[in-house]
């Protein structure tokens, strides 16, 4: 694929959430054929939390097609089972095993993004749940080199941590080592959480730029959401079909202070509905507007 530049002279990076039933390579070349050039996937079963054993041909040959095609960093997502800070100490064990063994895999393909949902801490309080997260990343991320963690931004339901930009600010400010953490803002949530980036796009990322750093953002899960905002409901919606609207989606996927990171689809799509979406954000990119 041709490399994909925005007006401003910055790479563009979109794509989806895949599947990895059939391997690495046949992600890539999953995208290749949807048009994108960027893309997530589980790295064990999202909800059991089963990992199968990688096998590095076939990693490498991924790598390789990454490299020839001008592919964007690839966002790998955690498990939803991984909770770091849960208040039962074997699920907070287990937390840290599988992140642990994630961030091992990922070795195999270095110079890649892995995305968590910090927690949520069932009940110990966010202070509490906040030393806990910081403390596993503390001990975890010595164990690997080559991966930039980040922490997803959530709506803050339940006793979910994330949901306000200062309680991923404190868990940053906790974890030494800090060159290779960042963050990934999933615009479904932040919405749901109660930062209107449909009404006040600039005010939501002056926002985060005073309170974590815009410098830290490195990944957005690009999604509409089905319910208004402040809601902390987590719905994710089609492009335009949700209660975020199409315009604001436009003004958030031009917007400079976005502009280079991978855009990572998690609609709720079939495969022609991704190509879609993607043709679309590729188009306003591509042509500024
Ligand atoms: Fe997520
Ligand atoms: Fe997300
Ligand atoms: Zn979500």
Not at 177 to 183: A, Q, S, W
Not at 197 to 202: F, P
């Amino acid at each position: 694929m041709r490399q994909l530049l925005l007006k401003g002279r910055k790479m563009i990076y979109i794509g989806c959430h895949l599947s990895v039933a059939d391997g690495y390579e046949a992600m890539g070349r999953t995208m290749r054929r949807f048009g994108g050039n960027t893309f997530a996937w589980f790295t064990r079963n999202p909800r059991g939390g089963k990992s199968k054993p990688l096998d590095p041909a076939d990693a490498e040959a991924l790598g390789l097609l990454l490299r020839e095609e001008g592919f964007g960093p690839l966002v790998a997502h955690a498990s939803y089972t991984m909770n770091l800070c849960s208040a039962k100490e074997t699920t907070r064990q287990n937390g840290f095993d599988m992140l642990l063994k994630d961030l091992q895999k990922m070795e195999a393909l270095p110079g890649n993004l892995y995305n968590f949902h910090p927690g949520a801490h069932t009940g110990q309080g966010t202070e509490a749940g906040i030393a806990q997260i910081a403390d596993a990343l503390n001990r975890a991320l010595p164990e690997s080199s080559g991966t930039t963690v980040l922490l997803e931004t959530m709506t803050g339901k339940g006793t979910e941590i994330g949901g306000r930009f200062e309680e991923l600010r404190e868990i940053i400010d906790r974890v030494s080592c800090k060159d290779r953490l960042g963050v990934c803002l999933d615009t479904c949530h932040v919405w749901d959480a109660g930062y209107d980036i449909a009404g006040d796009l600039d005010g939501v990322l002056r926002e985060f730029d005073s309170v974590i750093g815009l410098k830290r953002l490195r990944a957005v899960h690009f999604n509409d959401s089905k319910n208004a905002c402040g809601a902390r409901k987590d719905r994710h919606e089609k492009l335009g079909q949700g209660q975020i609207g199409m315009d604001a989606m436009k003004r958030i996927a031009l917007h400079p202070a976005l502009a280079g990171l991978p855009f990572i689809l998690e609609t709720p799509n079939d495969e022609e509905g991704y190509i879609r979406e993607i043709r679309t954000v590729r188009g306003w990119m591509e042509s500024g507007e």
